[in-house]
């Protein structure tokens, strides 16, 4: 089992930048795949980034690439989301999720992750 904690949502102005934690609970977090999400009212949720558990290597949406940065420290059990060059269409709720390691879906769906946080509200005003 792992639980999902976010915090350091907020309110930034366009341009600025805001970094988001999530503290995983759970002795097996660096043997999971981590996530972010977001979600506005009325629209499906929506892949940012996600990192693998042995390589670190990393994955984004087309809309955050160059300005988001996903990373993980497992000593810590804490994965982050760096957001720098904000802009109003950022605004969302944002979703920290685990994916298994026995899940072999592609990480770039909700639907491969069986571990959710709370979301934390980023807003992001012009």
């Known amino acids: 089992q792992v639980q999902l904690v976010e915090s350091g949502g907020g309110l930034a102005q366009a341009g600025g930048s805001l970094r988001l934690s999530c503290a995983a609970s759970?002795?097996?977090?660096?043997?999971?795949?981590m996530g972010w999400f977001r979600q506005v009212p009325g629209k499906e949720r929506e892949f940012v980034a996600a990192?693998?558990?042995?390589?670190?290597?990393?994955y984004y949406a087309d809309s955050v690439k160059g300005r988001f940065t996903i990373s993980r420290d497992n000593a810590k059990n804490t994965v982050y989301l760096q957001m720098n060059s904000l802009k109003p269409e950022d605004t969302a709720v944002y979703y920290c999720?685990?994916?298994?390691?026995?899940?072999?879906?592609?990480?770039?769906?909700?639907?491969?992750?069986?571990?959710w946080g709370q979301g934390t509200q980023v807003t992001v005003s012009s």
């Open positions: 999720a685990a994916q298994s390691p026995d899940n072999n879906y592609d990480s770039r769906y909700p639907d491969a992750y069986g571990y």
């Open positions: 990192i693998r558990w042995g390589s670190g290597i990393t």
């Open positions: 759970g002795r097996t977090f660096s043997s999971y795949n």
